[in-house]
């Protein structure tokens, strides 16, 4: 049984992607680690070069601009990742995404426990979605996606790469819509898409924008537009009051970042905040 690791990136270093951490976290695991990473200025390709592993294969790839609706030059690199995968069964990490190094042998033996069962497309991955800083996770944002694929040549990412669908599934839809398409990994992601400073938060996100739909960047310059034009920085405080503290383990790779990076702000119990109960009202519960 042969395991391939995949993503794809772009401006990882001027948006602060920890990509180099994602990357290393699951070479243990992996066979080859297929990187397709997009043209850009910022040293995003040096990068991801001085990682130095034998498994690592690196692709390099020009964005196609025009595909901007919903997000879909996401789906087509991470494709053409996908096709220069020669595993058996194919791990997918975002460049924000990091796996726990505790998690990896059960991933290894769900894999081989599924192996030889075609009914098994996708394993299912617990998400840890971090905001703000290392202390602070956001229980209303998604719980679980699909990450690891049968390579089978049927298996696909679709829309903005949050997801993947198979022609083996009814109509196509997402794999996680069929439960018995899937299995649980046994594996956590832990999310750090907005651990960051504000303003390149801010950035990161108006530049996102500009793969998606104009009516969507419109919206998202607006938004720019509310906070001071001098400073652009995210308002993450809008939220931290109300989310979870975490008392977990990181994953060892991400040691250095955690190191030198402060907590946001002083957090009082969440369960004497009035606006946690709002939010439980109006999206329920979660953690």
């Known amino acids: 049984m042969k395991i391939s690791g995949f993503t794809f990136c772009r401006d990882a270093v001027r948006f602060d992607y920890p990509v180099e951490e994602s990357i290393r976290s699951l070479l243990p695991l992996v066979d080859e680690y297929v990187v397709a990473v997009g043209k850009c200025d910022d040293g995003t390709l ?4 001085s990682i130095g592993d034998p498994k690592l294969k690196i692709v390099e790839s020009v964005w196609d601009e025009s595909l901007r609706k919903d997000g879909l030059v996401y789906a087509q690199q991470t494709n053409l990742a996908l096709s220069q995968c020669h595993g058996d069964w194919a791990f997918y990490l975002q460049a924000d995404e990091v ?12 894999l081989e426990r599924y192996h ?15 905001r703000g800083d290392y202390w602070s996770t956001d229980p209303w944002m998604y719980r679980k996606e699909v990450r690891v694929i049968r390579h089978n ?3 696909r990412s679709q829309g903005d790469a949050t997801g993947f669908a198979s022609d083996a599934t009814a109509f196509s839809r997402n794999i996680r819509s069929e439960p018995s398409s899937w299995v649980w990994s046994g594996a956590r ?13 801010m950035a990161k996100i108006v530049q996102q924008a500009k793969v ?4 969507v960047a419109v919206g998202f310059r607006k938004l720019r537009h509310r906070f001071d034009p001098a400073v652009s920085e995210y308002p993450l405080d809008e939220r931290y009051g109300i989310l979870k503290e975490y008392r977990g383990s990181h994953p060892a790779v991400m040691r250095n970042r955690i190191a030198s990076f402060q907590r946001l702000a002083p957090r009082r119990n969440r369960w004497l905040n009035p606006r946690f109960y709002r939010e439980v009202f109006q999206h329920g519960f979660k953690g």
């Open 46 to 49: 040096e990068l991801v070069r």
């Open 99 to 110: 796996v726990h190094e505790d998690d990896l042998a059960r991933v290894r033996a769900t």
């Open 116 to 130: 030889d069962d075609p009914r098994v497309l996708a394993l299912m991955c617990r998400y840890l979605h971090f």
């Open 153 to 155: 040549g049927r298996v």
């Open 189 to 201: 992601i832990f999310h750090y898409g907005y651990v960051k400073h504000p303003r390149t938060l």
């Open 212 to 215: 998606y739909d104009p009516e």
